[in-house]
């Protein structure tokens, strides 16, 4: 299975995906930081494809490039301070401690796991061909408890989003507008 | 009769005017094109004969030279390469291939469609179209393209000049990543991945991104209202699109395209038949994301004069006509392809080269994009977002519910052939007819109600004869 | 909860699709609904009025079909209507009757123009639109047929027409009245059985009857809102007492009641034209008059049903053989007058359609 195509695709993938996480930090403009920060989206789905995650890879890029991404940009757009730089922040301390304490998490995940299941024969064993029903029936089986209270809290937010976009039942003098 | 005219000479008044100054410029027959038209006929008559004693005998069957499925060649060449080098080398050499095979599919489309467009168009419009560059105005795209890209690119002031010039290269990724997973043939496929429904769905939303990008860097508001009905339209329509799909891989229990075209093939049924309120509402919501009349709200000319690529000159603009040109086409594949049948028509599929089949299906979808755009006016982004979430929304998701329950019927049913998809089929045409009636009753809609016509007063008169007028109607 | 966005001003024109012309619309507006509209116009003035003092009488003649430009006959014939009051020269009514076809000729063709027009507006693209011109290309050739000129025709003259139409001209006018029922039922068939047009045109640009007279609008405008004012019937001119003819009166004043009115107007238009053409006595179509006609002193003020409203010209004469003041009354500018009215509150798209239905011509509102 490491054929020479995953590894180089895998090292471009993670040059890109690193490169723009970087770039995130050093542009000064925040629109452009929102950019780079798609694009490392966009790394971590192809990334996803080498480890034959196809289906995490396409709902990434749904959900991630697709969906996230829009709602950043709107996020920015109604900013009101969208043109004030990227490196003016207040929250520079606390920020750097939680990527540090992030950065530990993720480094002690790294060295507990147990890679020999990923390597060689054990990986040559696996069967990746069926990603999509295996994911259908993990949620439905051993994880049908937090797939529905998903459900839930998503049916709640589109409750929510109705209810405050919701338009004012009262005539448009009695608010104070123009109609 | 003469006319008095200021000075002494008078002159015979012209008693009437040149009628006919539009002159039709006849060409000359062509005698060669007569004769090299009998040959193409004849030699056409003949190769098919022998096409068709090959394809009887079954010698063409899975050879390399089976023109029918371009995949088999590909396929056996990647068998051939992986027995001398390493795996990476047949990958990349087929991965090449089908990147060209793309690539120059999408480009001769963006030569041809454009030419094809406005000759149609110009059929539904009375007038004749381009027909000036080349034989029947066919290098016209060619002489549009070198315009083009020889006008200058002119970026705004205030405008975000990185920002600027990314959407346009960007628009341009899904339109090639979204061919990737079209079923030519059974075996002629890019990447026939087994989430190929979700992939539609993902690439598809990734040019959302790009025009609301390209409309907010313009800096103009025009562009910018563009850019935000884009992206108010698009997440609505994403939806409806979502359920009209979900229904079809409910039914056909896979979310490969391969697999849903073989479905229908082993069926011999089409989900146009099976699920026709879904194959509306792919239909619908494929214009709306596709910025096509009657949905081309986010481009408007008459009000927002070209939406979020108003600022854009150039080739800049052209890239994005051209991506609108190719998602059009790309949608009348999917729509084949998930509705339709794909590369199959009945059994056909054993003469005719699927991927000729397919064609043929997209063709007939583009017809009727065009169609559409040459007929129909504009909604108002009001009146489409209800249309989204009043009428497609509800009425799909019931829709689904119904189809998923037949579905589970369909797997546990123990009856041979055609029987329960005929009686699905029954049912959820009907039921379709129905909720759509229903529904847009419970909206408010009248249908059958005549539009009023004027009033035919015989005297004129002011506001009283108005307000008798108003108490008559 | 309440979302404040600031408002922001959008400039529509001078340069738009679907300004017609070089006419600006300062726009404040709150995401896409318009909470102000600043009209601006004069892209276009050329000055005509003051140029008119410094040529003669038969000279201004050509400026007033290149005033409002899509109905040129109609301001011809309003112009010389008032010189001949001012001058008090007979028209031979052969003349009379050439005036109301061809006004009426002219009429159809700008209905097409501002039908179709308004579709475009509403998104149809083009297609209706190019549909209306092939029966306005039409009468354009008849025009031509007739004095050379398609749309800047100067035909009217003071005394009568300029010239007798040639006989081609009858079967093909006949062939044409012939077909247009048809082809009003064909564009019915297309536009009013369309959902999309009835959802886009009706309820936009409501005008009440009262509102209309309180405006001054006149022509289709004010006949959709529901008023029966045409000045063919209430102040006949030319021979329009002895044609018999309906005005089509709306029922809400929107802009589909626009759009019908001037549909049945073209079928009315029709039919005044069928009993001109079979009246028409045989005569003289048009008496000389001296080159530099020399107007007694005095004021006159002649008005005509044109395709848009009440076109008046006010002529003033001093004796001399230019007119010491030269006046229209523009009705295209006096509709547009009330877009505000329609358009505030409105969406963008509402107001385009709105703005379509008043159905300007800049070249007439600039002059």
Redesign the interface.
Known sequence: ME???II?GFWILSGVTVGASLAVFAVR?L??AV?FL?LAFVGMAGLFITLSA??LA??Q??IY???I??LL??AV?LTPMANRDNANSLYMLPGGAFALAFATIVAFVAIEVDWSQLRGDALNGRNF????GDVGQALLGPHVLAFEIASVLLLAALVGAIV?VHEDERAPEDRGE?? | MRLRLPFDTQIDAPSRFPTGIRQVITRPSLPGLKLALAVMTVFGLVSNVAIGVLVASGALDGEWYDFRDLGIAVGQLREGLDDRF???VS??VTMLIGGIGILSLIGGLLIILPWVERRLLARFQIRRGPNRVGPFGLLQPLADAFKLMQKETIVPRGA?R??YF?PPVIVFIPLMLVWGIVPWAPRMVYVD???GV??L???G??A??AI??AG??SNNHYALLGAMRT?AMM?SYEIPLSISLLAVVLMSGT?QLSGIVEWQAAHNTWFAFLMPFGLFTFFFSSTAELNRTPNDIAEAESEIVAGFHTEYSGMKAGLYLAVELGHAVATGAFVSTLFLGGWSLFGLEEWIPPYMILAGKISLIYFVLVWLRSTLPRFRLDQLMAFAWKFLIPLSIIYVLVVSLEASIFARWDVEGLIPLVIFAVVNTALAWFLIRRWAAVMGYRPGVEPTRPLMATGVGGLRAARQLRGDA | ?TTATDPYVLNIGPQHPSTHGVFRLRVVMDGERI?DVEMIVGYLHRSMEKLAEERTFTQNIPFTDRADYLAGMSNNLGYVLAAELLSGVEVPERAQYLRVIFAELQRIASHAMSNGQLVSDAGAWQTPLLYMWREREKILDLFEMTCGARLTTNYMRIGGVAFDPPPEFYPAVNQLLEELPERIEEYHRLLIDNEIFLARTQGVGTITAEDAINGSLTGPMLRASGVPWDLRKAEPYCVYDRMEFDIPVGRHGDAYDRFMVRMEEVKQSVRIIRQALDEMPVGAHKTDIPLALRPAPGEAYARVEGPRGELGFYVVSDGGPAPYRFHVRPPSLINLSLLREMA??ASLPDAVVALGSIDIVVGEIDR
Do not use: E
Not at chain 1, 129 to 132: G, H, L, N, Q
């Open positions: 054929s020479l195509g180089a403009n629109l452009h950019v798609i196809d289906f396409v709902a890029l749904l490039a697709g969906a991404s829009v940009v709107f757009m061909s069926t990603t999509v405050l123009a109609a | 390493d795996p990476a990958y990349i975000d990185f920002i990314l991945t087994n989430v979700l992939y769905i993902a690439v939303s990734l959302t991104l609301f990008l907010w860097s992206v997440i979310m | 909860m909470q505030i509150g």
